[in-house]
């Protein structure tokens, strides 16, 4: 499945080419593992910062697409793995969350076991390409902190830059109403799931304007957006029968069918 840019030329997204996950998902994120690795693929961005890890499927998405597209980026993942998580402890999350991004991509990302205040002050202004966040910040009980945070974190990001966020709430509830004012003042593109997720691109740059993905998610015209939501509810159930039968057992049956089709 292809989707089609205003000029007419053929877009296939990079994860439906070559992704396959390496952190394979522990929780309800796969479903946006490869809308994260084509945004970073897109963007090309100098600097990303990951906030509110856990298992770290969507950051190291991230940092897979930096290393199979060739990117000059360095990467920083914040969070304190405070709350437990199945049968890993907060510790336990952190332990094997560094462990396996010293393992393989030691050389651009970098951990920090802070919280998002803090997690400020590591930053200039202006100077993040991406920022993903894992999840509204756990441990910050005012809705008003929340939003604030999120304010002075957008104040990092670069005019044009990208915030990806993997769950904007439901209808009704407090992340979601945050988010719709965040729509307000910039452009968004929102994939619709079990959690939706919400990807903004600040006003005022021009980071990325060479990208057809970019210029599909935040190009004003619905049916792209809509054939882009398509797309990629295509790439999750790709990703997830792939993890289901086993890589392997997967690319038997990729071949089998395309001789069949020959």
């Known amino acids: 499945m292809a989707a089609v840019a ?19 998902p ?8 490869a809308l994260a690795y084509d945004l ?5 961005p100098r600097l990303l910062v990951g906030l509110g890890m856990h298992w770290g499927a969507s950051y190291y998405a991230c940092c897979q697409a930096v290393l199979e597209n060739d990117l000059d980026t360095l990467c920083y993942a914040i969070s304190r793995w405070k709350e437990p998580r199945g ?9 094997n969350f560094v462990a396996h991004g010293r393992d393989r991509y030691n050389s651009f990302a970098y951990v920090l ?4 205040a803090r997690g400020l002050q590591h930053f200039s202004p202006a100077t993040v390409d991406f920022i993903h966040l894992g999840e509204y910040f756990e441990g910050e009980a005012a809705s008003s902190n929340v939003a604030t945070l999120i304010g002075k974190w957008l104040d990092k990001l670069r005019p044009g830059g990208v915030f990806m966020v993997h769950d904007i709430g439901q209808p ?37 304007d060479d990208s057809p993905l970019l210029r599909m998610l935040f190009g004003g015209n619905p049916d792209e957006q809509k054939t882009m939501q ?14 289901l039968v086993g890589e392997e057992e997967f690319g038997r049956m990729r071949q089998d069918r395309e001789e069949s089709e020959g």
């Open 6 to 24: 205003s000029d007419t030329s053929v877009y296939l997204p990079p994860s439906l080419r070559r992704f396959h996950p390496v952190r394979v």
């Open 26 to 33: 522990r929780w309800e994120w796969n479903e946006h593992l």
């Open 40 to 44: 970073v693929e897109a963007l090309r």
């Open 87 to 95: 049968s890993f402890g907060g510790n336990d999350l952190h332990d």
């Open 113 to 116: 076991r802070w919280g998002p």
């Open 172 to 208: 009704g509830s407090e992340s979601h109403d945050l988010w719709g004012q965040l729509a307000e003042e910039h452009e968004t593109f929102v994939m619709p799931g079990e959690p939706a997720a919400g990807v903004l691109r600040k006003t005022g740059g021009d980071i990325g």
């Open 230 to 243: 398509a797309l990629y509810r295509h790439a999750s159930g790709y990703l997830e029968l792939e993890y």
